[in-house]
């Protein structure tokens, strides 16, 4: 059973930055497609962020596109989200997620299906 746990999060003021990381086990990470997602408060969960199983292909939402860095590195079994020039609208609960049975080049956008959900961090950003 593949696990994660999210860490990271915390209180920023707008343009700051903050690097979020997920650490993946139970299971080699390198098996799986990994995201983010968040949630705002009142709000459906958005997908933010991918990255397939080779590292090489990444997407990003528009929303965080040009701001958000995702990266992994297999030998720590982790994926991290790095976030710059941060805004009031990026406030929400973040979510690293794992989607199972992907190409080695490939990791669906907003089409992600995850199988296995972390727990969330929460991001705070004031203005």
């Known amino acids: 059973q593949l696990q994660l746990m999210e860490s990271g999060g915390g209180a920023v003021q707008a343009g700051g930055s903050l690097r979020l990381s997920c650490a993946v086990s139970g299971d080699p990470g390198s098996k799986y497609c990994l995201g983010w997602f968040r949630q705002a408060p009142g709000a459906e969960r958005e997908w933010v962020s991918g990255?397939?199983?080779?590292?090489?292909?990444?997407a990003y939402s528009d929303s965080v596109k040009g701001r958000f860095t995702i990266s992994r590195d297999d030998t720590e079994n982790a994926v991290y989200l790095q976030m710059d020039r941060l805004k009031p609208e990026d406030t929400a609960m973040y979510y690293c997620?794992?989607?199972?049975?992907?190409?080695?080049?490939?990791?669906?956008?907003?089409?992600?299906?995850?199988?296995?959900w972390g727990q969330g961090t929460q991001v705070t950003v004031s203005s």
């Open positions: 997620a794992a989607q199972r049975g992907q190409a080695w080049d490939y990791c669906p956008d907003s089409s992600m299906r995850p199988n296995y």
């Open positions: 990255i397939s199983r080779s590292g090489s292909n990444t």
